[in-house]
């Protein structure tokens, strides 16, 4: 047998999941600062649950992995976090509306493994439940500006409105039936460029109106700007829609001071059950081209899921944790979480104490447990990157002092536990 | 189509969640200050992997649960999180020992549902991998100590070792091959009763050897005591080893400060693994009788995944995550996460600033987003148990106040927002 992972998944460790830990902190802080309360669905649901009409579509059941357990009932896997909530808000009639919950975890598609492609992958996501009003769409866009802050990014979001789209591309009077093929193929702009999506355009709804309908789309003034002359070229009732509710979207943001959000009315995100506001972030700089958070209103697919078919409005932002983790990795030095060694002369019990009251501070505090040397302990702690070593032999014991050695400089002096504590800790602040 | 969870799986939300993250934070602060680091593997494992030799045997291979790639690649869901580090260390040979890391989340097995007993539940483990002596396992247990400590329950810690249990079968004449049967029997005292066991025991090695055993392993008596007398009446090498590493370890436990630790001669633990220290922690009072945490020393496993077969020395600790919610969450009250809820009196625009500002400083804050008015709004703060509430018209505004309202007692008082900050976190506080 050869010891390996299941392809397209892996470990995470070291430096790695040090950063993703700190990501995933920060973020939840900001959700519960929101007022988003955690929920957690379980991996396994029931393949029925996941295949149902409103979930997510044909596409991504095909990636779906399939199990049974004994009693033969049909499984999955869930594929992302949306769908369990649906399920969720459709099991508890009692759940008081508005419901905000945020939620995190791995994903599981399987599909093609490529560079940057998993099988198993993270997803952190907040969504607003049952709250039709761009008050909403505006809580999850200023969340956003504050959780990039919090990680040091610097993000612009792209913010669209499907009302909008759908309004400009009825505008040039393509049939109702190939609006969504229009929507879905705008939003291979970024990846494919303009020329290759008039193509595919023109193929299907003629050259004319995709010229159109790319000339308007590809506006590329301020907010005001462009919606007012997008309102001067189209006379349908939902793009009008579209167009009020951009603006008092805009009027939130500024309330909220989001100043990184920027209209893009080509802007379509590639999932149809999406309803109103559509938003993409990206680094404003950098290797990484993908979008680093994504999200937008979905007001018909909650309803889906309940017998009575009512409208559950609904809007939600999902976090590209792995992204986001390769974009903080590349700038940080390999790390290491442990702020002291405590190395025994002699008899290892005589090192215990010690490294108990460190703990007990909260020191993250390493003690050697494999009965080495001082020497062979003072260079694993070099090769770790640890900075402080704390030597205790019968001698120092007896006269109730440790020898603390600072690594950086090679310094050594003798302290009392307590001393030797906070002399660690402001070392560590700095 | 019903919607319903997947057998033996559940949601987790309201208050068992926010237990089960403050209990989860509080194991990993631990885990971190005693130098253990965080790894995550896939939940998705190679059937291969999982189905070895030194892997979890095959009463558990029985309830894994499988499934294949588009690739036809036989896989299966994690049953544990040790198999998985063992698969880990064999593909990273560049590992420095020792190797302390910690690990949670979910893990599953396809057995019968019950109460209490789930498909999908969660496991939080710490594991030293590559250091053999008595003082990574008083380390365990100290840090056991320290969890109960930090969530405030009264546990005691019973501790054994194989190496002595091994001795006193083998000192009565039990045979080799029936070495194994013996001590998954004795694991069964707690659940089925002394007379049960004896009768089992009987059958396969006779009445005489089973009440030799059985006597001599009921021992109540304190460590020296019980060691001393156990030591007069065998004579078996590995027995006295396993004599002399308890007490080494009692020793360390001593210079540690744990107290909660008892030896209990006739614990065996489940499993086949375990080559030295055993130990399993319970509540000392309370309704719930299951182990909150267990682990103890395994010499063997790992190095079966390597292909030089060398033997890697590793003892490992795991938290009951499920059964530890389960208790705290009983003599917990109802609890809500927000802080605060800002109500704007008209525009909903007006409460914007103030909300922002209230989360910049960390306070989990709702913001009506719903367009009630302020008597819904305000009950709605009463149903969920929201004490504060702040209220905001254009009167407000324009005077640069909000009406701070306390819902416990109903007072309202006319602050700047700074004010209303400090207020609120006092009242927090206490």
């Known amino acids: 047998m050869e010891l390996m992972n299941s392809p397209g998944t892996r470990d995470e460790s070291g430096k790695r999941i040090i950063v993703k830990d700190d990501v995933l902190r920060r973020i939840i802080s900001i959700f519960r600062r929101y007022g988003f309360a955690h929920l957690d669905t379980p991996v396994i649901e029931r393949f029925d649950v996941l295949s149902a009409k409103y979930a997510g579509g044909s596409e991504i059941l095909k ?24 399920r969720f808000i459709g099991m508890h009639k009692e759940i008081k509306m508005p419901f905000k919950r945020y939620q995190f975890g791995p994903v599981f598609r399987d599909g093609p493994v490529k560079l940057g492609r998993y099988r198993e992958f993270w997803q952190c996501d907040a969504d607003i439940v049952g709250a039709g009003s761009m008050a909403a769409d505006a809580e999850l866009l200023s969340m956003a500006q504050d959780v990039f802050k919090s990680l040091n990014i610097d993000a612009s979001i792209r913010v669209n409105n499907r009302k909008l789209l759908n309004g400009i591309i009825r505008n040039y009077g393509v049939k109702e039936d190939d609006i969504e093929f229009v929507i879905l193929t705008l939003d291979k702009i970024k990846k494919i460029g ?9 193929e299907r709804i003629g050259r004319d109106k995709s010229e159109g309908i790319m000339r308007l789309v590809s506006d590329g003034s301020g907010w005001e700007e462009t919606l007012n002359r997008v309102e001067n070229e ?50 404003k700089r950098g290797r990484i081209k993908s979008s680093i958070a994504a999200g937008g209103r979905y007001d018909r697919m909650i309803g889906g899921y309940l017998s009575s078919k009512e409208e559950i409005k609904a809007a939600g932002i999902s976090f590209g944790i792995d992204v986001l983790v390769d974009t903080l990795q590349e700038r940080e030095e390999e790390r290491d979480d442990i702020d002291v060694m405590v190395i025994p002369i002699g008899d290892s019990a005589l090192g215990i104490k010690a490294a108990s009251e460190f703990r007990g501070k909260g020191l993250k505090t390493l003690m050697d447990i494999m009965g080495r040397g ?31 050695r600072d690594l950086k400089d090679g310094s050594e002096q003798e302290l009392g536990v307590e001393e030797a504590i906070k002399t660690i800790k402001s070392a560590i602040k700095n």
Not at 252 to 262: K, N, Q
């Open 63 to 86: 990636e779906t992995f399939k199990l049974r357990d004994q009693g033969k009932r049909e499984l999955c896997l869930r594929y992302d976090l949306t769908v369990p909530l649906a």
């Open 194 to 202: 303009e020329e290759s999506v008039m193509e595919l355009l023109s």
């Open 234 to 283: 189209i006379g349908d009732k939902e793009g009008i829609e579209g167009i009020n509710e951009l603006r008092t979207l805009r009027r939130l943001l500024d309330e909220f001071g989001v100043t990184t959000a920027v209209l893009d009315i080509s802007l379509a995100r590639g999932l149809s059950y999406y309803t109103g506001t559509v938003f993409e972030a990206f680094l």
């Open 374 to 404: 001082p020497g062979k302990n003072l260079s694993y702690c070099n090769s770790r990157g640890i900075r402080f070593a704390v030597l205790i032999g019968e001698k120092e014991k007896s006269r109730g002092v440790i020898k603390l």
